[in-house]
Each structure stands twice: as structure tokens, then as C-alpha cells.
């Protein structure tokens, strides 16, 4: 009889022996198999896309470690909830080692929340593990970034993914009944994207819909996949597929696509203001200057949404994802702070140019704090031709407008502004 979890809870593995995967971090030798040889686990975050382990891995280092483990989530656990926790794990010093508190989705909590963090993680009270599929650099506040180390964990390679489908068929007490010829695997693999969860979820309806020895081979896995489509789950990989396909296919100009992927999202009952959400990014980051009018729809949207909810609210999603799509496009926005942000990295904390400080002092004053400072409003056409940019960047353009008919005209003026100091 099949048992009732899903194959890849059941091949959950229970130790670092049983893990797959990223062996830069518990290979041999590795830093995070260092760190439970010598018992000596930092605070850690532990960065990387669905389905790569990053819960499984937590969850063994505390075993491993034969640390007391807690868990939150932050989808649904506020600052009280935190603290509670804390004081728990904490246990007015009944535990001879320190208690592991693992986060997932640490990337969701507000600052109000990570600050609640920071007391018990500095004094040692606990050692925090935060899971995230987003770049820590940008959504972790840095004073706890600062008290972590980050670790990258990567989509599983096929070596990898081939290693789990044997143990899937040697191991589960449902699947090792069944004669599996696994003749290929090209279609789980691509089908997976590196994400083991999905893997073993594909190959799991796979087997259950063939009849005697299952003989896998790509064709019969696209042909189940396509007749057997999974339900939509916004709590799992579909949400992101679908999402993706979404944002893609507004980002492709095409409004039939767009309006087909949101009507999947309704139907499965997706949060309409997650949806909201990614127009409002859409319509910066594909759309930008060559309709800024997109931003304005996309906020509008969210607002409304926001007001009435569902039933009504798909009819405002449909109109804002529809008009994202048929507008002109433009990454240009993006690409500049992508750039400006390189070059950031690059060249550190170049001074501020004197003439562009604020000067609240005699003393700052004294030392040219905003000496030759020129008021753009006081010059001929609001425009003063000065230096904006720190010495050893300028000339330096980051912005590039788009080839569209507004960025065009941004072009232009730009060029008879500033001549050729920025290559317009």
C-alpha cells in the first residue's frame, strides 16, 4: 500500500550522509561539515532557490549537532512570536548546548522583526539558521547580516538528481516493491530545474500512472506531466512557475499569455495582491520610462485590490496585466541601477565632491563644504553643466535610454544638455 506523504517527504534525508547536494558546503573538508565536526556553528543564512535543501539541511545540522531545534516561519510569525520562542529555546540555561532557531523565508520579516533577533543572536542565546530565496544583501538588515555568515546553496546538478531517483527506487518502501526501468532522463531532469522536490513529485505521478513495470522514458514522462497537470499550489514550485510565466509573458508583449497565466493564479487562489505586487515591479523593471504611465496603473491596481478583494479584484488584475503587456517596453531603469551598483562595488566609498556636501557648520564651512555649489533653478533652462558624480567617475554613464519613442526624446535632451561628456 503507497504511504500517504509524498515521495520527497519521505526521502527527506535525516543526516549529512544521506544529503544530496552541495558539496561545497558539507563535502569533505567542507566549511559547514568542519563546523559540525568541531561543534562550532555560527549563526548562518543559507541562501538559495527552492528545493535545494536549504530546511532539510537545517534541520540536519541541529541533529547532527544534537542541539534542542526550533522553527518559524515568517509568513506567519510577528516579533511576540519571536520573542516567545527565544525565551523558549533559550531555556534559562537548562541546555548544555546552544539551541538551534531555524527561519524560513527569513527574507519576509519587516526590520522590526530581524531587530528582535539581534539581542539573542550576539549574546549567544541561540544559533540562528535563516533560509531565503532572496539575496540577503538587500532584504536581511545588515547589523544581523553582519553576525551571520552567508552560504549559497545551488540547483542540484544532474549527478546529483540521478543519485536521488536510485535512492528513491532503492530505498522507498513503496517504490522498491515496483520493477522501475528508468530507460531515460532527460525530461525529469529539465522538468525538475535542478530543484529535488520537484524532481521526486514529477517522478512520483510518473510511476503512479503506469500500469505493471514502470518503464520511464521522456516521452512517457511529457505525455503524464501534460494529461496530469498539477494542481496549482501557491504555497509550492507551481506558484513560482507559474508567476514566472506570468511576469514573462507580460514582459514578451504578449496580453493573451499574461491574461492566461493570471487566470491560473485566480482559479488556484492565488493572493491577488502578490499578483498586484510583481505589475508594480513589472512596470518598473520592463516597462520603466517608455510608459511611466504603467507605474501609475500598476500602483492604481494594487490599491484596488486591496479595497475589494476577490471575486472583483481579477477583473482589475486582468485590465492592469493587459495594459503592461500592450505598453512599450524598457529594462533601462533596471540595467542602471544594476550598473551603478557595480560600479559601487567596484570602486568602494569614493568621497562625496565638496561642492555637493551640505554645509549645517562654520566649520564645514571653512573646509569647502558646498563652495561652488550651483543652484540648477537659478541657472538659464534649470540646468547647471556641474559634476554630480564622484571625480573618479566622471563621465561615467549608467543610465542608457531605451530605444523607444519616449527614451528616444529622453536621449536627445540628455545629448544636447550635456554635449558629449556622457555619450548620449
Known amino acids: 500500500m503507497k504511504p500517504g506523504a509524498p515521495l520527497a517527504e519521505r526521502m527527506r534525508p535525516k543526516s549529512l ?8 558546503l558539507v563535502g569533505e573538508g567542507a ?57 523558549k529555546a533559550s531555556g534559562g540555561g537548562l541546555f548544555t548546548e546552544k539551541p538551534v532557531l531555524f527561519i524560513d523565508e527569513i527574507h519576509r520579516f519587516s526590520k522590526s522583526q530581524q531587530d528582535s533577533l539581534l539581542g539573542a543572536v ?18 536581511v538588515i545588515s547589523a544581523l547580516l553582519s553576525r551571520c555568515q552567508v552560504y549559497i546553496l545551488k540547483n ?48 512520483e505521478l510518473v510511476i503512479d500512472n503506469l500500469i505493471g513495470d514502470p ?25 513560482y512557475d507559474i508567476i514566472s510565466a506570468f511576469i514573462k509573458s507580460i514582459r514578451g508583449s504578449d496580453p493573451n ?27 518598473s523593471e520592463d516597462i520603466g520610462n517608455a510608459n511611466p504611465t504603467a507605474m501609475v496603473v500598476a500602483l492604481n491596481c494594487f490599491q484596488a485590490v486591496n479595497a475589494i478583494g476577490y471575486p472583483e479584484a481579477r477583473i482589475v ?17 533596471y540595467a542602471a541601477i544594476n550598473k551603478a551598483q557595480e560600479v559601487v562595488r567596484e570602486t568602494g566609498n569614493l568621497p562625496v565632491p565638496l561642492h555637493l556636501r551640505n554645509a549645517p557648520t562654520s566649520l564645514m564651512k571653512d573646509i569647502g563644504y558646498g563652495q561652488g555649489y550651483e543652484y540648477a533653478h537659478d541657472k538659464a533652462g534649470n540646468f547647471s553643466p556641474q559634476e554630480y558624480l564622484p571625480e573618479a ?30 555619450g548620449y
Do not use: C
Open 317 to 333: 488584475l486582468a485590465q492592469a496585466a493587459t495594459y503592461l503587456a500592450t505598453s512599450p517596453k524598457s529594462n533601462a531603469a
Open 31 to 87: 566549511v559547514l561539515r568542519r563546523a559540525v565536526e568541531s561543534k562550532t556553528l555560527p549563526s548562518i543564512i543559507l541562501w538559495g532557490p527552492p528545493g535545494v535543501g536549504k530546511t532539510t539541511l537545517a534541520n540536519i545540522l541541529a541533529v547532527e549537532l544534537k542541539r534542542p531545534f526550533y522553527s518559524l516561519s515568517a509568513i506567519n510569525s510577528g516579533v511576540k512570536d519571536i520573542r516567545e520562542v527565544i525565551e
Open 215 to 239: 518503464q520511464v522514458t521522456d516521452k512517457v514522462v511529457l505525455e503524464i506531466v501534460q494529461q496530469n497537470p498539477v494542481l496549482y499550489d501557491k504555497a509550492g514550485d507551481n506558484h
Open 17 to 24: 550522509a544521506e544529503y544530496v547536494g552541495q558539496k561545497h
Open 122 to 139: 550576539e549574546t549567544g542565546k541561540i544559533t540562528l539558521i535563516g533560509a531565503t530565496t532572496e539575496n540577503p544583501s538587500f532584504e
Open 257 to 283: 499569455g499574461a491574461v492566461y497565466w493570471l487566470a491560473r493564479m485566480v482559479e488556484g487562489g492565488e493572493d491577488a495582491l502578490f499578483i498586484a505586487r510583481r505589475m508594480l515591479i513589472a512596470a
Open 393 to 422: 567617475l566622471s563621465g561615467k554613464k549608467l543610465y542608457d535610454p531605451g530605444n523607444n519613442a519616449r527614451e528616444r526624446e529622453i536621449r536627445e535632451a540628455l545629448k544636447k544638455i550635456w554635449g558629449d561628456k556622457y
Open 156 to 203: 542540484l546538478d544532474e549527478a546529483d538528481l540521478l543519485r536521488l531517483l536510485h535512492t528513491a527506487m532503492e530505498k522507498d518502501s513503496f517504490l522498491k516493491t515496483k520493477r522501475i526501468q528508468l530507460a531515460e532522463t532527460a525530461a525529469l531532469f529539465r522538468l525538475s530545474g535542478g530543484d529535488a522536490r520537484r524532481l521526486l513529485n514529477v517522478f
